[in-house]
């Protein structure tokens, strides 16, 4: 992007979300911030650390899950033979 207003409110929508906007634009001379900004807001680590960990439970899931639809069709392969 080549030049951005950002008006992050007073709090994130979504954790990251003003992380997000800042990393959209190449240098510091290609924004302008309608409101004061407090820098710890791209710090939030407990959400970061609350984000992460439900990244790392639903990829175990989607593996869980993968096997097992690999599985079920092992199964019908070996059962009903391969069409």
């Known amino acids: 992007m080549a030049k951005a207003v950002v008006d992050i409110g007073r709090e994130d929508f979504a954790t990251g979300l003003a992380f997000v906007e800042f990393s959209r634009v190449r240098t510091v001379e290609d924004f302008v911030m ?3 900004f407090l820098p710890e807001r791209l710090r939030d680590t407990k959400a ?10 639903l990829a175990v899931l ?4 993968s096997q097992t639809y690999d599985r079920l069709l092992r199964y019908f392969d070996r059962r009903y033979g391969n069409p």
């Open 34 to 36: 309608r409101q004061d």
């Open 48 to 57: 970061i650390e609350a984000r992460i960990e439900e990244e790392m439970r």
């Open 62 to 65: 989607a593996d869980a899950m």
